[in-house]
């Protein structure tokens, strides 16, 4: 069983950057894409962006390529998401998951650890 914390959330002005972190505990976090996902009030969790367990492959969501970024550290079983120029569109409560293939995905199905989520808010 794999336990995900999310943690970095917070409110920012348009125009800002914000760092998320997940930290990962309970399993080989090698072995495992990551995603980030996110969730607007009355909207479906959308995939923000995912990266394979050697850290080699992302995929970005189009809304957000050129602003986020996604990393991780397998030694310090962490991943993260950098997001910069945030637009007002970037508010909703964030998602960490893990793949227990370490293959990277896009769909929502093939994550099976889900952290408790972050609020993101920006401010116009």
């Known amino acids: 069983q794999v336990q995900l914390v999310e943690s970095g959330g917070g409110l920012v002005q348009a125009g800002g950057s914000l760092g998320l972190s997940c930290a990962a505990s309970?399993?080989?976090?090698?072995?495992?894409?990551m995603a980030w996902f996110r969730q607007a009030p009355g909207k479906e969790r959308d995939l923000v962006a995912a990266?394979?367990?050697?850290?080699?492959?992302?995929y970005y969501a189009d809304s957000v390529k050129g602003r986020f970024t996604i990393s991780r550290d397998n030694a310090k079983n962490t991943v993260y998401l950098q997001m910069n120029s945030l637009k007002p569109e970037d508010t909703a409560v964030y998602y960490c998951?893990?793949?227990?293939?370490?293959?990277?995905?896009?769909?929502?199905?093939?994550?099976?650890?889900w952290g408790q989520g972050t609020q993101v808010t920006v401010s116009s």
């Open positions: 998951a893990a793949d227990r293939a370490a293959t990277l995905a896009t769909r929502i199905g093939a994550y099976d650890y």
């Open positions: 309970g399993g080989t976090f090698r072995n495992y894409a």
């Open positions: 990266i394979s367990g050697s850290g080699a492959a992302t």
